[in-house]
């Protein structure tokens, strides 16, 4: 059994996948849980999950998402989306970005315990996702969410990243940068 740390250090940026190879509705569903149970401000539970499955669709959202062709070979692709525009938290950001990016942070989490590779995209025109996928004017597109099993490899075998030492973004009591 994984520590919720253990998963955080295994997941990682996949941009490859195994073409053929689908999640199933199991595993899809348990990482679709992992929104549902996502913390929100105030409760509000504003996120939308637009779960695309279909390949044409994949291969129309590529130019969508800035030439990213590693999206046609996904398993899925999830557009995280809010209509709650208007509600600012006390600190001065808009609660939809945070929330939806805290649903789509636990379902990398939750694909990568399962052993599904995940990359989240912001490189992308909004405009363009919208129309390819039928999304009102009125909600955003905050976030893609691509999904797939790693092409050629298990998730622990994908090369992680350097991260940087945790002194250079840590500062304790006061701002000391």
């Known amino acids: ?60 959202l590529v130019p969508a998402c800035k030439d990213q062709s590693f999206i046609a070979d996904a398993s899925c692709v999830i557009a995280a989306c809010s209509a709650d525009t208007d509600y600012l938290m006390t600190c001065g950001q808009p609660a939809y970005t945070v929330d939806v990016s805290i649903a789509v942070s636990n ?16 490189a992308f025109f909004e405009d363009r996702v919208k129309e390819v996928l039928g999304i009102p004017s009125k909600v955003r597109v905050v976030a893609i969410l691509v999904l797939g099993y ?27 940068f």
């Open 107 to 122: 379902m990398s989490l939750v694909a990568a315990e399962l052993g599904i590779g995940s990359c989240w995209l912001g």
């Open 150 to 176: 790693p092409a050629g490899k298990k998730l622990s075998e994908v090369v992680t990243t350097t991260r940087k030492d945790v002194k250079e973004i840590v500062s304790y009591d006061k701002w000391g």
């Open 1 to 60: 059994m994984y520590s919720v740390l253990d998963i955080i250090k295994l997941r990682k940026s996949v941009r490859a996948y195994e073409k053929d190879k689908n999640i199933s509705d199991k595993d899809l569903n348990t990482i679709l849980e992992g929104a549902r149970f996502s913390q929100s401000a105030k409760n509000i539970q504003d996120w939308k999950l637009l779960v695309v499955k279909e390949r044409e669709t994949f291969r129309q």
